[in-house]
């Protein structure tokens, strides 16, 4: 038996029509290719850097490394190892004399140490800031000192859980040489 004519147009097969992955394969192309041409501008702008455990300070004075002026700062784990690495004083600074604070003990720690260098206030006051701020210490004050001279000040969380501040106060420059007072504590609270 064979089968009406309308019967067979029902019975045609799918119409010829093929799927291309051409332009999913545009875009895969097109994505790796952006990705290794931003590698390599990425790997050849980018230079390579080292950290350092002190910080390159152009155009400011030299960290003398091996200074003595800190003699009796530290003793007995106080103050603690981060809070020491504040103890730095630029190439050439003299000790002139300790000052008395009047602190003491481990809850109490309050040292302070006048120093000379030869060098102007402002180089002198530029090394503090940018030597303390980038060994993790933030400048919370900036002015005149209540004895006259420029104040810079402090603060740091030790890990020895308490806070700490640090202060430099500069006299005016004479005949080349900045006389300063270096001050550490233990401060009560951070405020």
Partial sequence: MV????????????????????????????????????????????????ATTQPIVLGGLANDPHTQVFAGFVGQGVPPGDIATSLIAPAR?????????????????????????DAPRSRLLGFYRSNLEARGWRLFSTGTASGGGAELLFQKAGTDGWYWESGVVAQPTRRGATVFIYRLLQASDFS
């Fill in 93 to 117: 600074t003299t000790a002139i004399g300790v000052v008395a604070t009047g602190g003491g003990g481990v809850a109490n720690y309050d040292r302070e140490v006048r120093l000379s260098v």
């Fill in 3 to 50: 089968a009406p004519a309308a019967d067979r147009s029902a019975l045609a097969p799918p119409p010829s029509h093929t799927v291309s992955i051409l332009p999913a394969a545009v875009v895969l192309i097109l994505a790796v290719a952006m990705l290794f041409i931003f590698g390599f501008i990425n790997f050849v702008d980018s230079p390579v850097t080292t």
